[in-house]
């Protein structure tokens, strides 16, 4: 089903937290239906030293994104990786939107002119 991406979490060397599962879960799915050429996304939570540390990676159609955060609750760090990689995949989609765009714009001109 478009939009809805395989969700992939894991945690490595600390306790499950269901609660950050689910707000990861829930944050992907919403990229999901924002960017629906996503098709998979790879998430890793640990304990990393005095904080947590996340690392995600989103796959799809022309998308190849990885992103990692760092906080001291694993739920602020689940949410700052979320925010980092839909800063560069709206990035990516601009990129492949609007570039296009500009160049048949300026192409319109030069040939009126």
Do not use: N, W, Y
Not at 1 to 15: A, L, R, W
Not at 37 to 58: C, M, Y
Not at 63 to 73: G, K, R
Request: proline share 5%.
């Amino acid at each position: 089903m478009p939009g809805t991406p395989t969700v992939v979490i894991s945690f490595k060397d600390m306790p499950v937290h269901e609660e950050t599962r689910e707000a990861l879960e829930a944050g992907c799915q919403r990229l999901g239906q924002e960017f629906p050429e996503i098709t998979r996304a790879e998430i890793a939570l640990s304990a990393d030293g005095a904080g947590h540390a996340a690392h995600g990676h989103v796959t799809g159609r022309e998308t190849d994104v990885a992103a990692q955060a760092q906080a001291t609750e694993p739920r602020q760090a689940a949410q700052r990786l979320l925010d980092a990689l839909e800063r560069q995949l709206r990035k990516g989609h601009d990129k492949r939107i609007f570039v296009p765009r500009r160049e048949a714009q300026l192409e319109s001109k030069r040939k009126r002119s």
